[in-house]
């Protein structure tokens, strides 16, 4: 009786890739267990896309702030620092993804990028929420001391995990070029924000925008054959 029955402790997952001996395993109940896995991960994939738009959104604002087409207000100071904030989800899903495929090269990447988008986050709430509230001459005082070298190393570790995380994705051979280059080109003045007229840091906001809402668009229309993606797949 107990080789009629299924075993009460195996779950049922486990039993449908079981099959009597010496015959094939059933294609159906593979694709059946194979389909129900992928859903967490089409899930992530889509998340991550939407909070990329997100961010592609806020960064729209904060360039429209910057050249006073639309008024700065409480509202927009706090909406400043979210863009990272979801930046970070999208770089997520886009590792996950693709960017582990590059193998180390991809992994270091992923960190140093994250690390630079968390510590830049610090720097926009900085920025935004307290030197919009201080006078100019405590602000260049606070910039002489230990905050302005704070400030310097994020910008400039920033720009270097971009480098690098663009660099991983390039290598995969999976991501489309373009966005990714518009995306390093746009982070370069946000970068050297300090060192650059307004308008070239206005405009690096619009086209880190326009790549990351190209880059999040792709990952939602393909997040559901992510695995089926091959290099020779995407020529641009």
Request: aromatic fraction near 8%; include cysteine; proline fraction near 6%.
């Amino acid at each position: 009786m107990l080789s009629r029955n299924a075993e009460p402790g195996r779950p049922q997952s486990f039993r449908l890739f079981q099959n009597s001996p010496g015959k094939p395993l059933q294609k159906e109940s593979f694709w059946t267990v194979q389909s129900s896995a992928s859903v967490p991960s089409v899930t992530l994939y889509r998340l991550a896309s939407i909070a990329g738009v997100g961010s592609a959104l806020v960064l729209l604002v904060n360039a429209a702030k910057r050249s006073s087409l639309i008024p700065t207000s409480d509202l927009t100071q706090l909406l400043a620092p979210l863009a990272e904030i979801l930046a970070l989800g999208l770089v997520v899903g886009l590792f996950l993804a693709f960017g582990r495929r590059a193998g180390l090269l991809g992994t270091i990447a992923f960190v140093i990028n994250f690390i630079a988008l968390a510590s830049l986050e610090g720097v926009e709430v900085v920025i935004n929420l307290v030197f919009s509230k201080l006078p100019l001459a405590t602000i260049t005082e606070l910039r002489a001391g230990p905050l302005g070298l704070v400030l310097v190393v994020s910008s400039l570790l920033f720009l270097l995990g971009t480098l690098l995380f663009v660099i991983s994705l390039v290598a995969g051979k999976s991501v489309p070029r373009i966005p990714l280059a518009l995306y390093f080109i746009g982070a370069v003045p946000i970068a050297l924000r300090a060192f650059v007229p307004e308008w070239a840091l206005d405009l690096g906001l619009v086209i880190l925008a326009a790549a990351i809402a190209w880059l999040a668009g792709w990952l939602w229309v393909c997040a559901s054959t992510v695995d089926d993606i091959r290099p020779e797949s995407v020529t641009t």
